[in-house]
């Protein structure tokens, strides 16, 4: 079984920059054609793809946060991470990371999710 868990803080600063760790259990991140994905919540935009990191390595972005947007892995602890930067209140969402099993943001694994909150 699969299980991922998000950590991070849960409140950050206008202008600074977010950052998420997932830590996967019950298999690798870097075996299979998976995509280890980040995705968030928030009560005016519903959910919101943010990016994932393939199992391969390659990165992939929302456009629109694309310029804002870096996500990484640590193939050792079988994490990766998301940063976003330059943050403003309308990034405040419930953050989720999960795996995609097919590249089309078909979702079969999430975490429990963290609410993060962007105010100073």
């Known amino acids: 079984q699969v299980q991922l868990q998000e950590s991070g803080p849960g409140l950050v600063k206008p202008s600074q920059t977010l950052s998420l760790t997932c830590t996967v259990s019950?298999?690798?991140?870097?075996?299979?054609?998976?995509?280890w994905t980040w995705i968030r919540q928030t009560p005016g935009k519903g959910m919101e793809w943010i990016g994932c990191?393939?199992?391969?390595?390659?990165?992939y972005y929302s456009p629109s946060l694309k310029t804002r947007t870096s996500i990484s892995r640590d193939t050792s602890k079988n994490q990766f991470t998301l940063q976003l930067n330059s943050v403003t209140p309308e990034d405040t969402a419930v953050y989720y990371c999960?795996?995609?099993?097919?590249?089309?943001?078909?979702?079969?694994?999430w975490g429990q999710g963290t609410q993060v909150t962007v105010s100073s």
């Open positions: 990191i393939a199992s391969g390595g390659s990165t």
């Open positions: 019950g298999g690798s991140i870097t075996t299979n054609s998976y995509y």
């Open positions: 999960a795996r995609d099993f097919s590249g089309w943001i078909l979702l079969d694994y």
